[in-house]
């Protein structure tokens, strides 16, 4: 038999314990979300907000559920162990067909982001041609901004991370890979551009150390999911309910703004649709 890659080991996994887990959560009154560990996840006075605010929505007792990678918070995910969660479009994608599309987050008037190539602000790069042979810094290996992106860029070139870059790192947070960057640990990075625009407010001495080298094409943001399964459930409505009407009421546009977001709006999963084509890129090169 030949060997498993990682994917096929977390659909399987997903699969085997989604008969013990989905007959448990459906009968408790605890709404679990999971996030992906972005920087901002481990803000506690934020998940205390933003804990306190999907409650008051929804009436029900939450649970956030935080993991250190997304193939981990994707497993909860697929297997019914959450009932929802702040993905990356990347998983999403990857598991299109386990998945339904809940609420995506709008940005700056838009439901859009950027992935980010940075390097050190000394640096005079203009371009991913001048940085071959660096140390690079990537987020996670199922992050779009924080991976997927670059890859696919290198693939159009008929090359990859691992061929292209001296040596390559993941930090498994973009604060990490810019700081990464900044510190001079690694010598240019993948990061999400909302994450780095963000840090722009909050960290202006970390960002300092780094410059932007170009910035992607627009992709879908980063969205929130549920079960395919869970789809029509009562908890899926009134946790979607409770994310579409976050920005109209008071507690809840306390969280937005400490997330810097507009609100949270209803899309269509052919909003990934350009995700989708990269990872298709990547695995056709690799």
């Not at 060997?3 to 959560?25: I, K, P, Q």
């Not at 390559?168 to 700081?179: G, P």
Request: with cysteine; glycine share 6%.
């Amino acid at each position: 038999m030949g060997t498993m890659n990682r994917r096929e080991m977390l659909v399987l996994g997903g699969s085997a314990v989604l008969a013990t887990t989905r007959h448990a959560v459906a009968q408790d009154d605890v709404l679990r979300f999971a996030l992906t560990p972005v920087f901002l996840s481990s803000d506690l006075d934020l998940l205390d907000h933003l804990k306190a605010y999907l409650g008051k929505a929804t009436g029900q007792t939450v649970q956030l559920v935080t993991r250190r990678t997304y193939q981990e918070v994707t497993a909860l995910l697929v297997s019914g162990q959450v009932d929802g969660a702040w993905l990356c479009g990347f998983p999403f994608v990857e598991h299109k067909t386990q998945l339904s599309l809940l609420a995506v987050p709008v940005w700056r008037g838009k439901p859009l982001y950027q992935s980010y190539l940075i390097c050190s602000a000394d640096r005079d790069a203009t371009a991913i041609g001048d940085l071959a042979d660096d140390i690079h810094a990537f987020s996670d290996p199922d992050s779009n901004s924080g991976y997927l992106v670059t890859a696919a860029e290198l693939a159009r070139q008929k090359s990859t991370p691992d061929k292209f870059f001296r040596r390559t790192i993941f930090t498994y947070s973009h604060f990490n890979v810019v700081r990464a960057v900044a510190a001079g640990l690694a010598q240019s990075g993948s990061v999400d551009g909302y994450v780095y625009e963000v840090l722009k407010e909050t960290s202006p001495a970390l960002i300092g150390g780094t410059r932007v080298v170009r910035a992607s094409e627009w992709f879908g943001f980063p969205p929130t999911a549920v079960p395919r399964a869970a789809a029509t459930s009562a908890k899926t409505f009134d946790l979607q309910q409770a994310l579409l009407n976050m920005h109209k009421d008071e507690s809840g546009q306390e969280v937005l703004a400490m997330l810097r977001l507009d609100r949270f709006a209803e899309q269509e999963p052919a909003l990934f649709a350009s995700i989708e084509q990269n990872w298709d890129l990547v695995r056709g090169i690799t």
